[in-house]
């Protein structure tokens, strides 16, 4: 089992060091969350993003809006933030409510304070291999493998799933290391057959327990990115933990996976931020 909690408590040690070296150097990283709505889901990952960026030292401002928010408004709030000096980091949570135009969203926040790597002009330089930054997710996966000793070099990678938030990055990360990656999607033909021939197999479908024993390989490497609930209501993966964990070689629990690691990578890239807009070489 790879435990995301234990790793990710070692990167935010990591991060809390760094946040140390630039506080005496008089730069103090600064990140703005802004949420739009009520929803509960997107109201808990904020409130851990905050939590997080307390305990190494980020300066953190958090922008509750209503419901109500019209695109001008959401829009002039990022155009504020952008020229914001205390402020490094730019993180909208998504989904955003009906009506407002996430895309547009986006493309307004700075190419340099998108700590969520969702603008086209980071996206470009993820797909060219020339990221200032990473997507938290696809990173956070890419730093368990690496921890784990696991490479993807040579080796025969599936990603279900092809959202921009995920699949997509995702696939482009372990194309990155070497991998020979195949993107999987509602519109497969013969998935199952597919994903019995990945050695790193990676769930992000959004479907409880939707990977299930017979679509894995003996000895593959198991990712579950899904946040899903169960017939009873419990918190569970897109993959069928129960059944897989004996099969796999590396599995990754829900919780206590992939989602910690998010958290910590959105950490590693307001550090990032912070030495960019400063001038800084970023290793």
Do not use: W
């Not at 305990?55 to 419901?67: F, K, N, R, T």
């Not at 550090?271 to 970023?282: E, F, L, P, R, S």
């Amino acid at each position: 089992m790879i435990d995301g909690k234990a790793i990710s408590k070692e990167i935010k040690a990591s991060v809390a060091a760094e946040v140390e070296k630039l506080k005496a150097m008089g730069i103090t990283p600064g990140l703005a969350v802004v949420l739009v709505g009520n929803d509960p889901a997107s109201r808990t990952y904020v409130t851990n993003k905050e939590k997080d960026c307390a305990s190494v030292g980020i300066y953190s401002e958090e922008y509750a809006l209503p419901e109500t928010t019209t695109q001008k408004e959401l829009l002039e709030l990022v155009q504020t933030l952008n020229s914001k000096k205390t402020i490094n980091g730019i993180l909208v949570q998504l989904p955003l409510p009906a009506g407002l135009n996430e895309e547009e969203v986006i493309k307004t926040i700075n190419p340099l304070k998108d700590v969520d790597a969702f603008h086209p002009e980071n996206v470009g330089r993820i797909m060219i291999g020339n990221c200032r930054f990473l997507p938290c997710t696809p990173a956070g996966i890419m730093e368990l493998l690496h921890h784990e000793g696991i490479s993807p070099e040579g080796k025969r990678c599936v990603v279900i799933g092809r959202s921009n938030i995920v699949g997509k990055p995702m696939a482009m990360l372990l194309l990155h290391a070497n991998g020979t990656v195949t993107i999987c999607h509602s519109k497969t033909r013969g998935l199952k057959e597919i994903c019995r021939e990945a050695d790193i197999l990676v769930a992000a479908v959004g479907k409880p327990k939707f990977v299930t024993a017979d679509m894995v390989k003996p000895g593959a490497v198991v990712i579950d990115v899904g946040m899903d609930r169960d017939e009873n209501g419990k918190l569970c993966g897109d993959v069928d933990f129960a059944n897989v964990e004996s099969i796999a070689s590396y599995i990754t629990p829900v919780p206590g996976g992939v989602g910690p690691m998010t958290r910590a990578m959105l950490l590693k890239n307001t550090i990032t931020a912070a030495k960019i807009q400063n001038g800084m070489d970023v290793i």
